[in-house]
């Protein structure tokens, strides 16, 4: 494989990603409303509704949020109604290794690799990440114990030791990560810390969490009324759900969202080494991955 860097994409270009990256988000919204599935804008990109009614100027990808129980249908629904051959439905499990702790639905016609999964023979395409919301317990103890399934959740799926979460844990998730090396071991254990830290239903709770994250975000807990439903907003001249509580999710997760971030910190978050928005990564393979 020939040796990469990343690259800075630029504006002229991020208009096209942005473009194949709304056309895949409304297609994921057919799908989502013909079948009762509920999805939130999140993160940058519920930012971006609410402060530029659009993409933030300077961003590269989208991020939605679904509960749960939505979240869980997503595979078998796309499956059944989507169209698989142009629009690919990501997920680690047993048989698939992506490195991501959520779901992608991606764009199979276009190129879009990323420094940290070129090793992967996986769909490198333009993506939307989808990332579930869970039940948060109201009881400490089970909270914290939820935190740590998470924590093991991440540590086995992603297979990159915790080392920004202090010395400590870096070291035991070295030795865990030894420990069981074959992904059929890992597999066992992230499958059941999943099950584990996922199994507080919504609808007895009074707050929610997202686990399938860093782990800044993990610790958040969001009052369940916050994402009782949605409310649309303009996105790029459509109309797009974001959390009846966008208010509340925002300023808990990012603080005074509505300020600008300063000059040197207004950068794409993705370390991008190939990108190809009018052909398929597939002709790429042996060459920028894998």
């Given at each position: 494989m020939a040796e990469t860097k990343t690259v800075q994409i630029p504006t002229e270009d991020l208009k096209i990603l942005?473009?194949?990256?709304?056309?895949?988000?409304?297609?994921?919204?057919k799908i989502c409303d013909a079948n009762g599935?509920?999805?939130?804008?999140?993160?940058?990109?519920?930012?971006?509704?609410?402060?530029?009614?659009?993409?933030?100027?300077?961003d590269d990808d989208i991020?939605?949020?679904?509960?749960?129980?939505?979240?869980?249908?997503?595979?078998?629904?796309?499956?059944?109604?989507?169209?698989?051959?142009?629009y690919s439905y990501q997920r680690t499990s047993k048989t698939e290794y992506t490195r991501f702790q959520h779901t992608t639905i991606g764009d199979e016609n276009t190129c879009f690799i990323k420094e940290r999964q070129k090793d992967l023979d996986i769909s490198h395409s333009i993506r939307i990440d989808v990332i579930p919301l869970d039940g948060c317990p109201s009881s400490r103890i089970r909270r914290k114990m939820q935190m740590l399934w998470a924590l093991l959740f991440s540590l086995f799926v992603v297979g990159e030791p915790h080392e920004s979460h202090g010395k400590f844990l870096g070291f035991i998730s070295r030795l865990l990560l030894l420990g069981f090396?074959?992904?059929?071991?890992?597999?066992?254990?992230?499958?059941?810390?999943?099950?584990?830290?996922?199994?507080?239903?919504?609808?007895?709770?009074?707050?929610?969490?997202?686990?399938?994250t860093w782990y800044q975000y993990m610790v958040n807990e969001y009052p369940k009324s916050a994402f009782a439903s949605s409310?649309?907003?303009?996105?790029?001249?459509?109309?797009?759900?974001?959390?009846?509580?966008?208010?509340?999710?925002?300023?808990?997760?990012?603080?005074?969202?509505?300020q600008l971030p300063p000059p040197e910190k207004r950068v794409a978050k993705h370390d991008v080494i190939w990108y190809d928005f009018d052909h398929s990564y597939k002709q790429y393979k042996g060459r920028y991955y894998c």
């Open positions: 942005w473009k194949k990256s709304l056309d895949l988000l409304l297609y994921f919204q599935l509920r999805f939130f804008l999140c993160g940058g990109s519920c930012i971006g509704a609410v402060r530029h009614k659009g993409f933030i100027p300077w991020d939605v949020f679904m509960l749960r129980e939505d979240y869980e249908k997503l595979k078998d629904v796309w499956e059944k109604c989507a169209d698989t051959k142009r090396k074959t992904p059929a071991s890992r597999y066992k254990i992230w499958r059941f810390a999943e099950k584990q830290m996922s199994k507080y239903p919504i609808k007895d709770c009074e707050k929610v969490t997202e686990l399938c409310i649309d907003m303009e996105f790029e001249g459509h109309m797009l759900p974001v959390p009846v509580g966008y208010d509340i999710y925002l300023k808990m997760a990012f603080g005074d969202y509505m």
